[in-house]
């Protein structure tokens, strides 16, 4: 059971948006960055967003993150087949002193 | 740029113990926070623990029972993973991790290069 809670798969056809929920608590997103990653299959993870909305060098302005309480959400805009992959959203727990992730959501363009 | 290059898969017996190598190819670990996070097949990334050479501090999950050990060797930019007491629940990919810098901020729980991921299989 992961601290972190996301749906466990979205779905939504190319072109159109589509958004990624990760709900936690006040000890982790609540008082924390929040950061997300795009996992390709079988590769390992790529950090697309830091600091709950910030995007790092060469990440398009496609994908976007907003964090509001104890929530947040990443973006997808014009999506593509390229898209499909597992996003994971990871924090750090100040109770548990240390690093969170969530279980994962699976993105499927159809 | 920097690379994280793992050692290579293993096959262990339940109740042994592994240890992943992780080098910093073209760079340095001590400056940087390294983290381990696996991944059990077909399931999602759990955090194991982290490292700030620097600083010589470590942080571990608390559901591990302080069965893993991170330590680095900064002279040779490799961060080590040791698991312990092995089970076959063990059996995943296992990668390292290197906590993001942006300016002079760093972060122990953002992480921007990953190594290519090292196989643990625990069987019998």
């Known amino acids: 059971q992961s601290v972190l809670t996301q749906p466990p798969s979205v779905s939504a056809a190319p072109g159109q948006k589509v958004t990624i929920s990760c709900s936690g608590s006040?000890?982790?997103?609540?008082?924390?960055?929040v950061s997300w990653y795009q996992q390709l299959p079988g590769t390992a993870p790529k950090l697309l967003i830091y600091?709950?909305?910030k995007r790092p060098s060469g990440i398009p302005d496609r994908f976007s993150g907003s964090k509001s309480g104890t929530s947040a959400t990443l973006g997808i805009t014009g999506l593509q087949t390229g898209d499909e992959a597992d996003y994971y959203c990871?924090?750090?727990?100040?109770?548990?002193?240390?690093?969170?992730f969530g279980g994962g959501t699976k993105l499927t363009v159809l | 740029q920097v690379q994280l290059v793992q050692s290579g898969a293993e096959v262990k017996k339940p109740g042994s113990s592994v240890t992943v190598s992780c080098k910093a190819s073209?760079?340095?670990?001590?400056?940087?926070?390294i983290s381990w996070v696996r991944q059990a097949p077909g399931q999602g990334l759990e955090w194991m623990g982290g490292?700030?050479?620097?600083?010589?501090?470590?942080h571990y999950a608390q559901n591990f029972g302080g069965r893993v050990t991170i330590t680095a060797d900064e002279s040779t930019s490799t961060a080590y993973m040791e698991l312990s007491s092995l089970r076959s629940e063990d059996t995943a990919m296992y990668y390292c991790?290197?906590?993001?810098?942006?300016?002079?901020?760093?972060?122990?729980?953002?992480?921007?290069?990953w190594g290519q991921g090292t196989m643990v299989t625990v069987s019998s």
């Open positions: 006040t000890s982790n997103i609540g008082n924390n960055y």
């Open positions: 990871g924090t750090w727990d100040s109770g548990l002193s240390a690093g969170v």
């Open positions: 490292i700030i050479p620097m600083f010589d501090t470590t």
């Open positions: 991790a290197r906590g993001f810098c942006s300016g002079t901020k760093c972060y122990r729980d953002t992480f921007d290069i």
């Open positions: 073209g760079g340095t670990v001590s400056s940087y926070a």
């Open positions: 600091e709950n909305d």
